[in-house]
């Protein structure tokens, strides 16, 4: 089992920026990719971000590429979202999660969930 613990949400102004933290423990050397999601209510699940647990692979979602960075700090087990120039349709609950075996854009390929963070973005 992988444990995730989300970290760094909060309320900021529109142009602002944020960095969110996830803590991963437990069977860590498991991981093969980690992903950042975000989620509001009715809607599904979107993806953000990925990195591979190893290597610099990493993947971005249209929406946020060039605004956003996933980076990760494996002496720590963590893995951080940078968000900079927020606008108020990024406010929702953010997740990280982790993949055993794939590096990929989709919830299901994710095998390990946080619990999640606010982030409201206001105008």
């Known amino acids: 089992q992988v444990q995730l613990v989300e970290s760094g949400g909060g309320l900021v102004q529109a142009g602002g920026s944020l960095r969110l933290s996830c803590a991963a423990s437990g069977r860590t050397f498991s991981v093969y990719a980690m992903g950042w999601f975000r989620q509001v209510p009715g809607k599904e699940r979107e993806f953000l971000a990925t990195i591979r647990w190893t290597g610099s692979s990493a993947y971005y979602a249209d929406s946020v590429n060039g605004r956003f960075t996933i980076s990760r700090d494996n002496a720590k087990n963590t893995v951080y979202l940078q968000m900079n120039s927020l606008k108020p349709e990024d406010t929702a609950v953010y997740y990280c999660?982790?993949?055993?075996?794939?590096?990929?854009?989709?919830?299901?390929?994710?095998?390990?969930w946080g619990q999640g963070t606010q982030v409201t973005v206001s105008s």
């Open positions: 999660a982790a993949s055993r075996y794939t590096q990929s854009t989709r919830p299901y390929d994710y095998n390990y």
